[in-house]
């Protein structure tokens, strides 16, 4: 059973410093995405991570994907308050070959402190 | 823009009633998905469908059924609610794979059984 875990569940950073979110997975997968949820919202997907190796950036967010070791991470570079959100990763699995079902990890509640 | 919508955003009921969650999606997706997202425990794959009238299990389908009569709507249905089912349901689409594989995801349905 694919199984995916997140560290840490919450993180309290102050703005300006750099920190790392991990996202570990138990089963073979080639494929990771990475979501944003804001209180009370759904998810915004930020990153899809499609290949071993694979790194994306979009503004303070960097995310990365080393499917040897099963583990994705996402960077935050000089935190900002905006960045406050709770991130999950999910790997994908492949169901009959039509269908994509994803993993979720439990997700990553960062607060960014002034 | 992919359009994902629930038909409520709160909803309260009462236990052993029937209710319904519908969701509809405006690009065309092949595939269509429920989870519920509870603290702690990130987002559970309730069911799921890859065409009309197509349904598959996920990881928690006990005491929940799904409906999909037309391509662009999915239902989920409590048949008897229960306490143990208040949660945030989120509903998703997707195309089939591997044309894509990204989930978009609807805004989120709150509900509490008393």
């Known amino acids: 059973e694919l199984k995916v875990e997140q560290n840490p569940l919450f993180l309290s950073m102050q703005e300006g410093k750099n920190y790392t979110i991990y996202c570990n997975y138990s089963t073979t997968s080639d494929r990771l995405y990475w979501y944003r949820q804001d209180p009370g919202k759904s998810l915004e997907s930020l990153f899809v991570?499609?290949?071993?190796?694979a790194v994306k950036q979009e503004g303070r967010l960097m995310a990365s994907l080393d499917t040897k070791a099963r583990l994705s991470t996402l960077h935050i570079t000089a935190a900002v308050h905006d960045l406050s959100a709770t991130y999950f990763c999910a790997v994908d699995t492949v169901y009959g070959g039509a269908t994509n079902k994803l993993i979720f990890g439990t997700g990553t509640l960062l607060a960014v402190q002034p | 823009d992919v359009k994902v919508t629930q038909s409520s955003r709160y909803l309260v009921k009462r236990t052993g009633e029937k209710v319904f969650l519908e969701c509809v999606q405006d690009m065309d997706h092949e595939n269509m998905f429920w989870y519920r997202q509870d603290p702690g425990l990130g987002l559970r794959l309730i069911y799921f469908s890859y065409d009309v009238k197509m349904k598959e299990k996920g990881d928690i389908p006990e005491g929940y059924s799904v409906s999909r009569e037309k391509k662009e709507r999915f239902s989920l249905i409590l048949e008897s609610a229960s306490t143990n089912q208040t949660s945030m349901y989120l509903c998703a689409s997707s195309h089939r794979y591997p044309s894509s594989y990204e989930q978009y995801f609807g805004p989120g349905t709150r509900l509490t059984v008393t």
């Open positions: 991570l499609l290949s071993n190796g």
